[in-house]
């Protein structure tokens, strides 16, 4: 079974900068797509980046320009580099992972279980 394990989370004041990490773990072959998405209180997920097994980034628009994405392919982990954080970049940030190939074949969609981002003002 694969399972993703996310870290990097915490408390920043605004214009300050966190690194989140996300680890897949579970007899993989390989991961097409990885990717990064938030949920504040109130708002639906959102997408904030993701990343090909091309290295083929997309960005939100809250991302663009501040935040960065990334992937160790060998290691089946994606990093997400924040600067310039605001207030209202305070969510939940989870991990996902897409079109993932095991010994057991192709797996679906996995989700991580999230990590707390606080920015404070």
């Known amino acids: 079974q694969v399972q993703l394990v996310e870290s990097g989370g915490g408390l920043v004041q605004a214009g300050g900068s966190l690194r989140l990490s996300c680890a897949a773990s579970?007899?993989?072959?390989?991961?097409?797509?990885m990717g990064w998405y938030r949920q504040a209180p109130g708002n639906e997920r959102e997408l904030v980046a993701d990343?090909?097994?091309?290295?083929?980034?997309n960005y939100g628009d809250s991302a663009k320009g501040r935040f960065t994405i990334s992937r160790d392919y060998a290691k089946n982990t994606v990093y997400l580099q924040m600067n310039g954080l605001k207030p209202e970049d305070t969510a939940v940030y989870y991990c996902?992972?897409?079109?993932?190939?095991?010994?057991?074949?192709?797996?679906?969609?996995?989700w991580g279980q999230g990590t707390q981002v606080t920015v404070s003002s």
């Open positions: 996902n992972a897409r079109k993932i190939r095991t010994v057991r074949g192709l797996q679906p969609t996995v």
């Open positions: 579970g007899n993989i072959f390989s991961i097409n797509a």
């Open positions: 990343i090909t097994s091309g290295s083929r980034a």
